[in-house]
């Protein structure tokens, strides 16, 4: 039986989304009455003795060293609503309810929460045994093949009601029973693994071992009083991290009728503590009627609250398995160690605040306890020395600014404080600020970089500033009321690394070089590369800006991304700057000018390898042909452009020994399309393509191609190549003209019924277009042509390839001719060790579009994932990342914001960086920059030097006059 057809023979119904309205109750009460349970609350304190619980350690307790501190945080979820009701055979409305059910695993790794499990089902569910079994098989059946699965509820207490509301809670609670299901599977995942569940662990404990497995459950909503008056009372005065004393609580199973009444009465309340005996009693007669499920050890805790709050918000409580914290001799039914209470009330905090990881809270101990260089194993150590041996900046040096200030609504937290600075005192955005505070007898010192910077006066709003001077922009009062200037500091790095905010009246000190290069890490590089110059503020600097190439090079992470709009970014500047660079560091040289060295010589470079092989694709008119040249705009300012250049350690100078490529100028055999840049023209002929394995290139998505296109398209390549696939067949076709020909005879007969006549003749119209709009790079008629052969076995000169001049598919198709070289030679047994392949590339947009499947996003796709740690560097850019494959984006390690407009800013791609930041991209000058890499916590502000090359023809430099022809 269909689903229609089984809603139509029971006179289904449709229903709005249904609230359900105070239930209409039968005799037989319900299914929501708690379960029974006997709860002893003197466990950790006497009755007359409860008293709030601190949560302040021993200074030496560190959560790290807690083994079976909880990593894992699982929850569910059940989506659902009434969604129709039905006739049943007997007269009775039958709710129906659709769900969606969940659940899902969190772990905590390297810092991070992660999701490491989730399974998802949408099930329907309603009181089955009104139906006749055979129609319920058959609903089942029908379902299944829509995706849904049929979950039988049982009636309300056994027997079917007339009373919609409980028929209707009968199917809401069957959906909820499998959530918790999934719950349990979830759990049982990795059960050995310290674990947090959101909700009671009774319902979930098919998933782990009562006695081995350590998970905790987290109650955030309480349904059921446990605690006598006295601890109801000291429940609501809890202050922010108290807690209650611990109890046990024993869910039970009456053996009998009757027996409930026996375990309510003595089991809880005030009645359990004002009559003990009574209590002590009964239970001896109890553990022969009842039948014990899960028994806890509990606590209430408040995680948070405050002044204006509900006196009960922020409580939660905190259950684990009673088995589980004897067997560890956390506790016993006697006595409870206080401390590992404390324990576990502190771990499942930090993960229900979702704080970065455990291990903060560690180091968090270690600076309580003043012994952080100890707890590492180098008691040698000095207090002010950083984690890694380097010595961090002391504070006592600086000019003094301002203090740090933390009213409402300018809170510090572990990410930026606030303060105010000195009447008259200059700050700006972008400057390095570092100040300390000591926490708990523990100097911490806070390295950070200004992102706001804000000026307020003493008046509560604008009319009052009007009136001061009675509206008159002459009038000078003769009191001025004096505001203040504040500013925001980002917290680049503590020392010690601990995440802990800085203390209101803190001393702020300006900060310099010294500063810039411990907040970001950069004496830690092992091998680093200058890619401009750290701005502190507008018009200082704080030495070379530095990019680790461990994380640009493959070792850590791969490629280089630059974001930013046409004309005002410099995109292509700053990635020619960065292969200057680069070709400069593999350099093989004795010595060489280093950053404020004096102009002495510097010791060898490291004896590792490095060989770095660019490749450019110039994208947009003539740009990048002619940086061989020197920049006319440098050599007019040569003195302070070069003063740049030096304190990066480079000598600058054009790519005078630069090779350029250019397409075939149609008509001729072998001239450049591109003249006067001493360029070599490129071409495929019909077997070099096939032999380059380049012949699927010529087709993609955007044109149309389909899958059965594609089929045939492999087909007709292997039906005119020998069994390599590569090398073209005697008989077959020999050039472009020869192959349209071919084709076009097939689609006029088709030699099998494989393809059609219609793929086909898609097949010729295609090579037909693609050949006649690419004749500078398909020559009609040649048998033999021109390819790109752009692998190297060492480090090289930039090869600069022209595609401008081509329609965007031929430029796909040159783009996928490259990396395919490139990625043949990395992959094969020849790979030289040390070798990376730099490829420079503009508007990725057009080449590996978001959302696009071709087989030229595909190639690019790989090449971001996979590729980086073969030695293939992808230096790409664009102009909204938010149009590139999210893939690409994401894959590179090393991103870069020139100027952005604030509409892309708004995409997802951008909502990991600062709200500071992306507005700060807005306002870019053309030489300045956003630089990120995966060890900074905020972007650097880099100033780019200028060019020396010519980035345009325009821009070359004239000749000096002892250089020119006759001289």
């Known amino acids: 039986m269909s689903v229609k057809s089984f809603m139509q023979s029971h006179g289904g119904r449709r229903l709005d989304q249904y609230e359900p309205p105070d239930p209409m109750r039968d005799n037989r009460g319900g299914d929501d009455a708690p379960p029974p349970e006997v709860v002893n609350l003197d466990v950790e304190e006497e009755r007359d003795e409860w008293r709030a619980k601190g949560t302040l350690l021993h200074p030496r307790w560190r959560a790290r060293d807690w083994a079976e501190r909880p990593v894992r945080f699982v929850d569910g979820k059940d989506v659902g609503h009434t969604v129709a009701y039905l006739n049943g055979p007997l007269g009775h409305l039958i709710p129906v309810r659709l769900s969606e059910i969940g659940s899902a695993v969190m772990r905590v790794e390297d810092g991070e929460c992660r999701r490491e499990f989730a399974s998802i089902e949408r099930i329907v569910s309603l009181v089955a045994s009104a139906f006749p079994w055979e129609e319920m098989e058959s609903l089942a059946a029908d379902l299944q093949r829509h995706e849904l699965r049929l979950l039988p509820a049982l009636p309300p207490d056994g027997q079917l009601t007339d009373i919609f509301e409980p028929m209707r809670k009968a199917a809401q609670n069957r959906s909820n029973d499998e959530m918790e299901v999934l719950e349990e599977v979830a ?23 009562t006695e081995r497995s350590p998970v905790f459950g987290v109650i955030k909503t309480h349904r059921q009083v446990y605690l006598h008056s006295r601890g109801l009372r000291l429940l609501y005065t809890l202050e922010e991290g108290e807690r209650t004393p611990a109890f046990f609580i024993r869910p039970v199973e009456p053996a009998e009728k009757g027996s409930e009444d026996e375990i309510s009465e003595a089991g809880q309340g005030d009645e359990a503590g004002r009559a003990p005996d009574r209590a002590g009693a009964a239970s001896q007669t109890r553990e022969k009627e009842i039948k014990v499920r899960l028994p806890v050890v509990s606590w209430y805790v408040r995680l948070s609250g405050g002044g204006g709050m509900m006196p009960d918000w922020g409580l939660v409580r905190v259950e684990a398995s009673l088995k589980w914290f004897v067997a560890r001799e956390y506790g016993s039914p006697d006595a409870v160690n206080q401390e590992q209470f404390l324990s576990l009330e502190r771990a499942v905090s930090f993960i229900r605040r979702g704080d970065q990881s455990m291990a903060n809270d560690a180091t968090n101990y270690e600076a309580r306890s003043g012994d952080i260089r100890a707890a590492r194993g180098d008691a040698t150590a000095a207090p002010g020395t950083h984690a890694d041996g380097q010595a961090a900046p002391t504070v006592g040096g600086g000019e003094v600014i301002g203090r740090v200030a933390a009213p409402p609504q300018l809170e510090s937290t572990p990410e930026h404080f606030h303060f105010w600075v000195e009447r008259d005192r200059l700050v700006e955005t972008n400057q390095f600020v570092r100040t300390g505070s000591t926490v708990e007898g523990q100097a911490v010192q806070f390295f950070g970089v200004i ?60 900060g310099g070089e010294e500063e810039a290069r411990f907040a970001y890490g950069f004496t830690e590089m092992k091998r680093a590369l200058a890619v401009g110059l750290l701005c502190n503020g507008a018009r200082s600097t ?60 510097v010791a060898p470079r490291r004896a590792d390898p490095l060989h770095v092989v660019p490749i450019v694709l110039n994208v947009k008119g003539e740009d990048l042909m002619w940086i061989n040249q020197r920049n006319r705009d440098f050599e007019q300012e040569r003195e302070r452009h070069s003063r740049d250049w030096r304190a990066l350690g480079v000598e600058p100078e054009a790519f005078t020994d630069a090779n350029f490529f250019a397409p075939t100028l149609p008509g001729t055999d072998a001239e450049p399309a591109v003249a006067g840049c001493d360029a070599t023209a490129y071409s495929w002929s019909l077997s070099d393509v096939l032999a380059g394995d380049l012949f699927q290139f010529l087709f993609s998505e955007e044109d149309g191609s389909t899958e059965i296109m594609m089929g045939l398209v492999r087909d007709y390549a292997a039906s005119i190549t020998q069994d390599d696939g590569r090398t073209l067949r005697n008989d077959a076709p020999q050039t472009w003209e020869e192959l349209l020909r071919d084709i076009r005879r097939q689609a006029d007969d088709p030699p099998d019924k494989m393809y059609g006549k219609g793929t086909w003749r898609a097949v010729y119209r295609r090579l037909s277009n693609i050949i006649d709009e690419g004749r500078s790079i398909f020559p009609f008629r040649a048998r033999t042509g021109r390819p790109l ?74 090449v971001a994932t996979e590729m980086r740690s073969q030695g293939i560097i992808l230096l790409g850019a664009q102009q909204m990342a938010s149009q590139v ?75 000096p006059l002892d250089q020119l022809p006759g001289a």
Do not use: C
């Open 789 to 862: 052969l752009v692998t190297r076995p060492r480090t090289s000169p930039p090869q600069v390839i022209d595609i401008n001049s081509l329609p965007i598919s031929l430029q796909r198709f040159v783009v996928a001719a490259v990396l395919r070289q490139v990625v043949g030679a990395r992959t094969g047994r020849g790979a030289v060790p040390g070798l990376r392949y730099l490829i420079v590339l503009d508007e990725l947009n057009r080449f590996a579009p978001r959302g696009s499947s071709d087989p030229i996003t595909r190639l690019l796709e790989r």
């Open 542 to 601: 704080a030495g070379p800006a530095l990019i680790d190439l461990a994380y640009l090079l493959g070792e850590q992470g791969g490629h280089l991304n630059v974001n930013g709009m046409a004309g005002v970014a410099a995109k292509s500047s700053f990635l020619l700057t960065v292969v200057k660079l680069l070709l400069d560091a593999a350099r093989p040289r004795r010595g060489a000018i280093a950053p404020h060295d004096g102009g002495q010589a």
């Open 451 to 510: 992102d706001e910077v804000r000026r307020s006066s003493r008046k509560r709003d604008i009319l009052e500033e009007y009136d001061v001077a009675d509206g008159d922009a002459h009038f000078e009062p003769p009191f001025k009321p004096e505001g203040v200037t504040y500013a925001r500091a980002s917290i680049l790095r503590t020392t010690p690394d601990i995440f802990t905010p800085a203390l209101e009246q803190s001393i702020v000190r300006l």
């Open 187 to 209: 759990v049982a995942q990795d059960a050995e693994t310290p674990t947090v569940v959101d909700g009671r662990l009774e319902r979930r404990s098919g998933g782990f071992d």
């Open 885 to 959: 494959s999210t893939k690409i984006i994401e894959m590179s390690s090393i991103r870069v914001l020139g100027r952005t407009g604030p509409a892309e800013l708004q995409d997802k791609v951008w909502q990991s960086w600062d709200k500071p930041a992306r507005r700060q991209a807005t306002i870019l000058k053309q030489e300045e920059k956003l630089v990120m890499q995966p060890t900074f916590r905020q972007p650097m502000f880099v100033r780019v030097p200028h060019p020396a090359w010519a980035m345009r023809k325009e821009d070359i430099a004239p000749l």
